[in-house]
């Protein structure tokens, strides 16, 4: 079957650093994607990785290593409004999103 | 630019009677897709057109139908709610005929079914 596991919840502390894993087993590989879920919003983009190694966006950057079936989210210098749900999705032989449970990031001043 | 719209915003429902959730969107984007979220669980893909026409079924499409007479428009019709369909349900598009996968979100429709 197709799996996502990604932590239900994290805390961490204003102007920190945090790291949110997410590993996964698909049928196919076309792609990994992280979104970002205000509560009550909906999903926003923030970034693809199709190939091994980081990708550097501002404040988040994220990395992926296929053969391990592994991604991160970087997210640097925290601020509270980063405060969110944040979802790993990859996409599979069909070109359909699976979708992580999502990660909880409490940020606390 | 309005992106993606969705209508209602919520809605009560009794168990038994149908509804139609809309979906619209302005980017001309040829994929759109309708994914249902509940709490713990990652979103769920109900399903998914790829053009204007064409329609299929994702992980979990029983109790729901959709049509997709043009680019624009992609409505879920719940043929007779039942209270496990309960949800918030968000209906998304992408440009995958460009070779870019990122998909829109619309802001949801959050459904009770009592």
């Known amino acids: 079957g197709q799996n996502i596991d990604q932590p239900t919840e994290m805390t961490a502390t204003e102007g920190a650093i945090v790291q949110i894993n997410c590993t996964y087993q698909?049928?196919?590989?076309?792609?990994l994607f992280w979104y970002q879920q205000h509560a009550g919003e909906a999903p926003t983009f923030l970034s693809y990785n199709v190939l091994d190694g980081l990708e550097e966006k501002g404040r988040f950057s994220s990395f992926l290593s296929r053969s391990k079936g592994y991604s991160y989210l970087l997210l640097k210098e925290l601020q509270m409004k980063d405060s969110a749900s944040y979802l790993c999705a990859v996409m599979d032989s069909n070109y359909q999103l699976i979708w992580g449970a999502g990660t909880k990031l409490i940020i606390k001043p | 630019t309005a992106g993606i719209t969705q209508a209602p915003t919520s809605q009560i429902l009794a168990a038994g009677r149908s509804m139609t959730l809309r979906c619209t969107q302005d980017m001309r984007h040829n994929a759109m897709y309708w994914y249902r979220q509940d709490l713990g669980l990652g979103l769920r893909l109900i399903h998914y057109?790829?053009?204007?026409?064409?329609?299929g079924k994702g992980e979990v499409p029983d109790g729901y139908s959709v049509s997709r007479a043009n680019t624009d428009d992609f409505p879920l019709t719940l043929a007779s709610a039942v209270p496990s369909q309960t949800s918030v349900y968000f209906c998304?598009?992408?440009?995958?005929?460009?070779?870019?996968?990122?998909?829109?979100f619309g802001p949801g429709t959050r459904l009770t079914v009592l």
């Open positions: 998304a598009s992408s440009d995958s005929s460009g070779g870019m996968y990122e998909q829109f």
């Open positions: 057109s790829n053009t204007a026409g064409t329609t």
């Open positions: 698909t049928s196919g590989f076309n792609g």
